[in-house]
């Protein structure tokens, strides 16, 4: 499975729009992009899932560039309760491998 | 719909004694069931895959006859740690995948935070 680099650390106001990118250069053609967010001491939630095509729904949306190598979780007005740290997963086989994760600090 | 629970959700329990940690999926059934770990501050470490009705597959590393693995039903999946050290303290936190589902999404459970004293 692929790996996945993100930044450690992002701060963003609470009611402006969170980027949170991921670099996924090594992704092969058949693997998906997940993504997964875990408040402190609670299990990862789904967020949204890509192939190639953008990915919107009603907690995000997710921008896979056109070689797949990269890609964007977009939170379009966070709050406060969007502090977690966001994991960008690519999964070919069954298995999720986690990275380390981008720790978002929603400032009010 | 998808809810993942585990029990207990804390435990404490003296060095030396077993655990056992369970994994129910409530709405669904889950063919296949993943165990991780998770220290302070780091990220989720696979452990082990475990299919119903077989034996469970280990990651690198991991013990299998130190975190016993059981997937008896289509619903419940129980990880047991035997002659628990204090090292052995950690968040486990289970995931499941939903049979109805032809992607791979998991389903993740609330975590047990285990403490060995």
């Known amino acids: 499975d692929a790996k996945t680099t993100q930044p450690p650390s992002m701060d963003c106001a609470e009611g402006r729009a969170a980027n949170l990118p991921c670099n996924h250069s090594t992704i092969s053609g058949n693997e998906y992009v997940y993504w997964y967010r875990q408040i402190h001491s609670q299990g990862p939630q789904y967020i949204i899932h890509?192939?190639?095509n953008n990915e919107t729904n009603e907690m995000a949306s997710l921008i896979i560039t056109e070689d797949r190598k990269s890609s964007t979780l977009i939170l379009p007005h966070a709050t406060l309760r969007d502090t977690a740290v966001y994991y960008c997963?690519?999964?070919?086989?069954?298995?999720?491998?986690f990275g380390t994760g981008t720790r978002l600090k929603v400032l009010a | 719909g998808a809810v993942v629970s585990q029990h207990p959700s804390r435990v404490i329990c003296k060095s030396g004694t077993s655990v056992k940690i369970e994994c129910r999926s409530l709405d669904f059934q889950a063919t296949t069931m993943f165990w991780y770990r998770q220290f302070p501050k780091q990220s989720l470490m696979l452990m082990a895959t475990s299919n119903e009705g077989s034996k469970a597959t280990y990651e690198q590393g991991v013990e299998k006859d130190k975190f016993l693995i059981n997937h008896a039903s289509l619903t419940l999946s129980t990880l047991t740690v035997t002659s628990a050290h204090p090292e052995d303290s950690s968040f486990y936190i289970c995931s499941a995948r939903d049979l109805r589902t032809d992607d791979y999404e998991q389903y993740f459970g609330p975590g047990t935070r285990l403490t060995v004293t």
């Open positions: 890509g192939l190639k």
């Open positions: 997963i690519v999964r070919g086989t069954y298995k999720y491998i």
